[in-house]
């Protein structure tokens, strides 16, 4: 597939890249330069089509615009001008510039690690924020649609009578005590008091690049799930994954605790790489979003544990459901240190 794109030489020195579970993902050299190859999984994303639409739209505004962050991997075009190649049995590939002279870090070890984290995050933002969100399309609709996931899991338990004496009658008892968050962020949105604005997704700590050094963070990678959305679902995210620091897989809810030191530089340094680009009310939604992300993400955890594991994959029985109260754990971690948290929010943002 390869040859398929415009890029000079002979393709060679092709091998697997990364640790991804989702796309097929290959390194290659080619004339001198380093690429990646991809093919997108249609299980995950069933409009593949819009994906590369949407990442075209991103590679000619970054280009048109001339400006040097967000650092975004490169779309190579085929030698007929699309953004993707197909192949025989109807799967679409990509190819990208390989960002040299980078890796991904496992876990931030320093506080300047957490400010470039929330750094390039808030420079994604903000560079991307004069994009007319009319020209990209949704990748993954109801991707963070917390009133949906909320409703099917009603549908799933019923009356939840039978499980009311069982961990997940605690988790159910959880969310149900909880279940006014779900439409916090949605209506704020509805209501125009929070923007629709280019988001990326997924702005965990595995999708940026450090300098080799791990001191500079330099480039945003796997933007598959770019769409228009709020953006306060990508800090909040990228706060989820990075304050855990016992992971999601940690057995024993009682040790999870959301870590405000990290908290706090990774706001700082949003506030930094985004500048001016957040009004002040949405500032004001900054703690709701914080707090309802690992919600939202212990819902889709556990509808899934009561549907037979059907979308995240697991390697022992009942792995969704502690993934769950992981995440529920995460949550009341974040209640308890509410006053720490609007205070790092004030302090980053003024």
Not at 309 to 314: G, L
Request: net charge negative; aromatic share 6%.
């Amino acid at each position: 597939m390869a040859a398929a794109f415009a890029i000079e030489g002979d393709p060679r020195d092709i091998s697997p890249l990364g640790r991804g579970l989702i796309n097929e993902t290959y390194a290659l050299t080619s004339g001198g330069q380093r690429y990646v190859l991809q093919r997108i999984n249609p299980e995950v994303f069933p409009r593949p089509e819009q994906i590369m639409a949407n990442l075209s739209a991103l590679s000619d505004f970054m280009r048109a615009s001339g400006a040097s962050e967000p650092h975004l991997p490169r779309l190579i075009r085929t030698r007929q001008g699309q953004p993707f190649a197909s192949d025989r049995a109807g799967g679409l590939w990509r190819m990208m510039e390989f960002i040299s002279d980078s890796r991904t870090l496992d876990r931030i070890e320093h506080p300047y690690q957490a400010h470039e984290v929330g750094r390039i995050l808030g420079a994604f933002h903000r560079g991307l924020s004069e994009l007319p969100v009319e020209r990209l399309g949704l990748s993954l609709p109801g991707f963070h649609d917390t009133q949906e996931y909320l409703k099917r899991l009603r549908r799933q338990v019923g009356g939840g009578d039978s499980l009311a004496a069982t961990e997940i009658g605690a988790s159910l008892a959880f969310v149900d005590e909880r279940r006014g968050l779900a439409a916090i962020l949605e209506t704020a949105r509805r209501d125009g008091r929070l923007p629709t604005r280019v988001t990326h997704g997924d702005p965990k700590l595995d999708n940026i690049l450090f300098s080799t050094d791990g001191r500079t963070a330099v480039a945003l990678i796997d933007l598959d799930t770019v769409q228009p959305g709020l953006v306060h679902h990508d800090l909040a995210d990228c706060l989820r994954s990075c304050c855990n620091r016992r992971g999601e897989g940690e057995n024993h809810t009682e040790e999870v605790r959301f870590d405000t030191r990290i908290c706090a530089n990774i706001l700082a340094g949003y506030a930094r790489g985004a500048g001016d680009l957040l009004r002040r009310e949405e500032i004001d939604f900054l703690y709701d979003a914080i707090r309802s992300m690992p919600f939202e993400l212990g819902l889709r955890f556990l509808l899934d544990h009561l549907q037979g594991d059907r979308y995240f994959r697991v390697t022992e029985p009942g792995e969704n459901l502690r993934k769950a109260q992981v995440q529920f754990a995460l949550t009341r971690s974040i209640e308890q240190q509410e006053r720490e948290i609007r205070s790092a929010i004030a302090d980053a943002f003024g």
